[in-house]
C-alpha cells in the first residue's frame, strides 16, 4: 500500500494525536498539528481517502477520525519513529532486580519491570526445559501410592503421584532410584525412555512398571510446568477505557489472561521471530480483542532462545515508548539468565 508523503504525514499525525488523547481527530486539528500548508477541505478529501483504504474510521458520533487496526499497523511499520530512550538509566533500574536470584524470580522481576515501565501488564513466557532431571527420588506414601519426585539441574524440584499395580517395599523404591540416578542422571527422560527399551529385560518385572511408570509420570511432570506464562500488573488494565469500557470485552480479557492459552499460542509464535515484533488486535488472530495490542520479543540464555516476554495494552498505546522498554529488558534478561 503506498501513500504519498502527505497522507504519510496526516496518517502520521493523526495517530499520534489519537494514541494522545483518545478522541476522534478532525481536519481542522489536523491541518494545525500536522505542519502541512493545506486547506481543511484538501485534508479532508484525503482523509476520505485513507478512509477508503480502510486506515482510519469515522466513528457515528463524531465528525473526526481514528486509526483503524490496518492504520495501525501502517504506523507501526513504516511511520513510527521510536524514540531514544537512556539504556544506562533503565539498566541502573532493571540490572539489581535481574541478578543475584533464582531463574523463577528473575523471571517474575522482569515482568514486574515490564509492567512499571509500561503502565500496562508484562508477560514472560517462562524458559523452556528439556526435561534433563538431576536426581528422582521415591517416597512411599501409602499402599500402591508412591510420589515421585524430580530435582532438575538448576535445583527446581517437581512432584508426580503414582498409582502403581503393586505394593512396592521402601527398599525396593530406593533401588529403583538409585538404578535411575545413576544410570541416567543428566540425561532427558525422552532419552531415557528409548535406553530403558533396551535395558529393562535384564531387570524384574515389577521393577520395570515401575521405572516405565517413573518415566512417563517425570516427562509430564515437567512440560507441565514448562512453558508458563508470568503475568504482572493485570490490573493496571482495569483502567484503560478502551479495554474495560464494556463487559464483554472485559471479560475476554481477563478469559484470556486467567486461561493464558491465546497468549501462549502468540508468545510461541513471537519466539520463532528475531527482534521485536507487534501483534495488533481486528489484525492478528492471534490477539482476542480488537482493541488489544501485545509488543513481544524473544530471549535468550547461552546465545539460544528460550522465551519470549512483552507487554499488553490497548491499541492506543505509545508505541514508541513501549517497544525500546520490551528490546531493553529482553536484552537484559538474556544476560541475567546467561551468566
Known sequence: MQLDTRAQTLLKALVERYIADGQP???????????LELSPATIRNIMADLEEMGLVASPHTSA?????PRGYRLFVDTLLTVQPIDETTVESKLQPRLQKHSPQKIIANAAQTLSSLSQ??????????????????FLRLSERRILLVIVSPNGEVHNRLLLTEVDYTPSQLT???NYINQQYKGFTFEDVRARLQN??????????????????AGSDAMAENADEVVISGERNLL???DLSSNMTSLRRLFDMLEQKTSLMQLLDVSSKATGVQIFIGGESQ???????SVVTAPYEANGRIVGTLGVIGPTRMAYERVIPIVDITAKLLSNALSQ
Open 239 to 241: 483502567s484503560v477505557s
Open 199 to 216: 535395558e529393562l529385560q535384564q531387570l524384574r518385572d515389577d521393577m520395570t512398571r515401575l521405572l516405565q511408570a517413573a518415566v512417563e
Open 120 to 137: 500496562f501488564a508484562g508477560v514472560v513466557m517462562t524458559p523452556r526445559h528439556e526435561s534433563v532431571f538431576q536426581q528422582i527420588e
Open 64 to 68: 473526526g477520525r481514528v486509526p483503524t
Open 286 to 292: 492471534l490477539v482476542p480483542l480488537d482493541d488489544m
Open 25 to 35: 481527530v478532525g481536519s481542522r486539528a489536523l491541518s494545525k498539528i500536522s505542519g
Open 175 to 177: 533401588q529403583a532410584a
